[in-house]
């Protein structure tokens, strides 16, 4: 059974840079088949699909963020991060990471399992 | 970017009613959409994909439709533990996948 969790500080001051990690067991993020996503959710509000990586490190980005965020990938702990510079109060949010069924397979991009989010809130 | 339209945006139910929930995609995403359930305080989880495939573990008062732009999620006697949010995901065409804003079921 897949298992994410996610990790990182759960306060971050405004045009700071928030840095998520999200460890993965049961699985592997060197595997070819499967893309590995962040999504976050703000308060109140729906979801929202902000990246993600494959395993060669290739990495496709949402273009609402406007080219701030950096994916990134540490296969010797089976990790993958994000990286969100000169962040705002807008980037107040529960960020999921989360791996779709086959990504590399057209028609399983869809997400399979997800970690249980982690809050993080942009304030001075 | 294809935007996800979903409605109602809150549905007022009783257990054992039978209801269904739509989702309209702004272009044709074929079957590539999903469904997602989330309860308060927790991640969403998988219901549906390929428009109609539950996932694994999902009981059988689930079930989807559709194909295009049109789709549906209907669940077929409501129970207590089907007040939630429900979520239609496309993932046809990206970047970016896309999410509805959502329908909240309640009693």
């Known amino acids: 059974q897949v298992q994410l969790q996610e990790s990182g500080p759960g306060l971050v001051k405004p045009s700071e840079t928030l840095s998520l990690t999200c460890t993965v067991s049961?699985?592997?993020?060197?595997?070819?088949?499967?893309?590995w996503s962040w999504i976050r959710q703000r308060p109140g509000k729906g979801l929202e699909w902000l990246a993600y990586?494959?395993?060669?490190?290739?990495?496709v980005y949402n273009p609402s963020l406007g080219g701030r965020a950096t994916m990134s990938l540490d296969r010797s702990n089976n990790q993958f991060s994000l990286k969100l510079p000169s962040v705002t109060a807008d980037d107040t949010a529960v960020y999921y990471c989360?791996?779709?069924?086959?990504?590399?397979?057209?028609?399983?991009?869809?997400?399979?399992?997800w970690g249980q989010g982690t809050l993080v809130t942009v304030s001075s | 970017e294809i935007v996800m339209t979903q409605s109602p945006g809150t549905l007022s139910a009783s257990p054992g009613d039978k209801i269904t929930l739509s989702c309209r995609a702004s272009?044709?995403?074929?079957?590539?959409l999903a469904w997602y359930q989330q309860k308060p305080g927790q991640a969403p989880r998988l219901l549906i994909h390929?428009?109609?495939v539950r996932a694994t573990g999902v009981p059988a008062r689930f079930s989807g439709n559709g194909s295009g732009t049109d789709f549906t999620l209907t669940i077929s006697s409501l129970q207590s533990a089907d007040f939630a949010v429900y979520y239609c995901?496309?993932?046809?065409?990206?970047?970016?996948?896309?999410f509805g804003e959502g329908t909240k079921v309640e009693f």
């Open positions: 989360a791996r779709d069924a086959g990504g590399a397979v057209a028609g399983l991009e869809y997400f399979q399992y």
């Open positions: 049961g699985g592997s993020v060197s595997s070819g088949t499967y893309f």
């Open positions: 990586i494959a395993h060669s490190g290739a990495a």
């Open positions: 272009a044709n995403i074929a079957s590539n």
């Open positions: 390929s428009a109609s």
């Open positions: 995901h496309q993932y046809n065409i990206y970047p970016p996948w896309t």
